[in-house]
């Protein structure tokens, strides 16, 4: 038997997902007691999955998680030593028997050490190292590493370290109005910077504090913001406009910049996500109460999630495994694996450009007509197996979904799925499936399958 590959099970399951609703064959309508046996579907033993336990470590990859857009590299100085989870910013030249191969070298190529991303002793050798070393590895690829001229060989890598930065969390704090700005702040400014005649004026402008790269303002008028704070009101400052100013009349000469400072922020930089972050990046006054408002409901949400998925794909399984399809409905085996075919021979040539008698012959098969019959013939049988099972326990246990499923189900998919960033209310949304823009069946289809799941629990035997 051929092993199907990772990309033709994908393209199985996206087809299969296109297909179960569709054909000449009504299953929700047509007598299927001559076309399967249910067997005993009600009160299946299977051992229930139970939620997993929030712990620290759950709540810390939790936090990992969804913090992960504050992480930033910060470059150490040349007296630190590399540690696990740092990364190191590296050129290397990888030699066998004294020689170069392809592949073997790169240089300011970023790498977490403990990430696993090369061969073993690789990592591991640059714990220790400094900003400047030059480290000679000698390793050996594994057996299985995936080139012959690879596999078991013993390599050298040298090693220049060009710089090793820790990963800490970066933020912008609101600075108060008790704090004086400093050079790196973030000011909302209101000003007018007048010389003569010239005059230029600013409303609610964003500028940073000593930068001297800003379009509109001269590096005197933000070295000058350093000192005032938040709240200051029309203050003025002097100020020499520089030699090569953008107005000619008022160049090199003394300016008046008067200065109102709307707000601003500083970037705080810190090891981990502690109560100062938290209640800056958060609705949440410390770590503790985000925890237990926003982690801890997550995580139990999830983790319920998790538990009824793996008794549902157990359960379905023992059901699936205990019916007995007595014949199939004519035709629909082959209409759903022609179906699967075409539609794998669609993915695969906008993909990567190959026919499906080529892609038939790299899995060893003689031609795309005995690829089919060997595994999309099975495939579709399975799935016409599961719609007949499905709708069949649907009629047994007289299972429908009522306006209020449907309508409970149209809002969860309205806020949840991001439905709400193209129709800005409810009502447009509804609008929408009402005139055909947004079809529905899917999600009625996918509602149901959960109303007939959470029967089948109820009455799994414990």
Same mark, same amino acid.
């Given at each position: 038997m051929k092993k199907t590959t990772a990309f033709l099970m994908a393209a199985l399951l996206a087809c299969s997902l296109l297909l179960t609703? $569709? &054909?000449?064959?009504n299953y929700a309508k047509e007598d299927l007691s001559k076309y399967i046996d249910l067997g005993n579907y009600k009160g299946v033993a299977i051992e229930l999955a139970e939620p997993k336990a929030i712990d620290d470590e759950a709540i810390a990859d939790y936090i990992d998680t969804y913090f992960a857009d504050f992480i930033t590299a910060v470059?150490?100085? *040349? @007296?630190?030593? *590399?540690?696990d989870g740092d990364v190191v910013n590296i050129d290397y030249v990888g030699k066998l028997n004294g020689e170069k191969f392809d592949g073997g070298s790169a240089t300011a190529q970023d790498l977490e050490l403990g990430s696993d991303s090369f061969i073993d002793g690789f990592e591991d050798g640059l714990i220790g190292a400094k900003k400047g070393d030059v480290v000679t590895l000698n390793l050996k690829f594994p057996a299985d590493y995936g080139k012959d001229e690879l596999n078991g060989k013993d390599v050298v890598f040298e090693v220049t370290v060009n710089s090793v930065s820790v990963n800490k969390y970066e933020y912008a704090k609101k600075i108060t109005d008790t704090e004086a700005l400093q050079a790196g702040d973030e000011a909302v400014i209101t000003y007018t910077?007048? $010389?003569? @005649?010239y005059e230029d004026n600013g409303l609610n402008y964003t500028v940073t504090v000593s930068? @001297?790269?800003d379009i509109d303002l001269p590096a005197v008028c933000t070295e000058a913001l350093a000192g005032l =704070?938040?709240?200051d009101t029309d203050k003025e400052l002097k100020v020499t406009l520089p030699a090569d100013f953008t107005n000619e009349a008022a160049a090199g000469k003394e300016a008046t910049f008067s200065v109102t400072v709307v707000s601003a922020t500083r970037t705080t930089v810190t090891d981990k996500v502690d @109560?100062?972050?938290?209640? +800056?990046?958060?609705?949440?006054? +410390?770590?503790?109460?985000y925890t237990a408002d926003v982690i801890t409901p997550a995580l139990t949400e999830q983790f319920a999630k998790e538990a009824k998925t793996a008794n549902v794909s157990a359960l379905w399984k023992k059901i699936?495994? &205990?019916a007995t399809v007595k014949a199939y409905p004519a035709g629909e085996v082959k209409r759903v694996a022609d179906g699967l075919f075409n539609y794998s021979a669609a993915q695969l040539g906008s993909q990567y450009g190959w026919a499906m008698s080529d892609?038939?012959?790299?899995? &060893?098969? =003689?031609?795309? =007509?005995?690829? =089919?019959?060997?595994?999309f013939v099975p495939s579709a049988e399975i799935i016409v197996k599961e719609k007949l099972v499905f709708n069949a326990i649907v009629a047994a246990e007289g299972i429908s979904l009522t306006d209020e499923d449907k309508a409970e189900g149209l809002k969860v998919y309205y806020e949840e799925l991001g439905i709400s960033s193209t129709y800005k209310t409810y009502e447009e949304f509804e609008a929408a499936i009402d005139n055909g823009e947004i079809l529905v069946d899917s999600l009625y289809d996918s509602l149901l399958w959960e109303k007939v799941m959470d029967t089948l629990l109820a009455n799994v035997a414990k």
């Open positions: 609703s $569709c &054909g000449s064959f470059e150490q100085d *040349a @007296d630190y030593a *590399a540690k910077l007048k $010389c003569g @005649d930068d @001297d790269s =704070k938040v709240g @109560d100062a972050m938290i209640a +800056t990046v958060t609705e949440s006054a +410390t770590l503790a109460a699936i495994d &205990g892609y038939a012959k790299l899995l &060893g098969y =003689k031609n795309a =007509k005995e690829f =089919k019959e060997a595994e």
